[in-house]
């Protein structure tokens, strides 16, 4: 097999200025140098890393939270997640989020994947996590977090995603490694 063609296009930062500091987000303007040597500027956003987490039972139900989420100004059907605090682990942020915002534990956990959630814009990278094995805990949710665990067979949430139930990017990779891998055993 061929090795694939790379090229690769780096952009030099020749200038950066902040442009709003909040409690989540930071928001900068760099000026770059382009790879044919003219000049542009990118409009980031830094995001701490954040989790998610695929949760089942054991008898394939995916636990999932409704929120309200302002941006689109819609409640959101989700996979619990998460920012990361600073300096801890992927794996002990998914154990905190998912117990905080669902009351549930687990026992068995697999690393499913990290991805940037939307680098054309942002440094954020989201960790996802399958959790298995669960048992009830104590939900604690942030103080400003209103939060409705819902409880749906892994195969109704998926049809959900293609029904327009379910609409974000994190909820959609999760749930549909999950389905692939479980229900249709890949």
Do not use: C
């Not at 059907?77 to 600073?86: F, H, K, N, V």
């Not at 300096?87 to 915002?101: C, F, W, Y």
Request: charged share 30%; hydrophobic share 40%.
């Amino acid at each position: 097999m061929q090795e694939e063609n790379k090229m690769e296009f780096r952009e030099e930062t020749l200038n950066s200025r902040e442009i709003f500091q909040g409690r989540i987000i930071k928001v900068r303007v760099d000026t770059v140098k382009l790879p044919d040597g003219g000049s542009s500027t990118r409009e980031i956003v830094e995001h701490a890393p954040a989790v998610a987490i695929v949760a089942l039972d054991d008898e394939q139900n995916i636990k999932l939270v409704r929120q309200f989420r302002k941006p689109v100004e819609k409640m959101l059907l989700e996979i619990p997640a998460g920012i990361m605090e600073p300096g801890e682990e992927p794996l002990a942020s998914a154990r905190r989020e998912l117990e905080e915002e669902t009351g549930f534990r687990a026992d068995r956990w697999e690393k499913i994947l990290t991805y940037y959630s939307a680098p054309g814009f942002s440094d954020e990278a989201l960790h996802v996590f399958l959790a298995r094995d669960l048992s009830r805990g104590t939900a604690s949710p942030d103080e400003d977090e209103f939060l409705q665990v819902v409880e749906l067979p892994l195969e109704k949430a998926y049809s959900h995603i293609f029904d327009g139930q379910i609409v974000d990017g994190k909820s959609i990779i999760g749930i549909q490694y999950a389905y692939w891998h479980m229900v249709r055993g890949r």
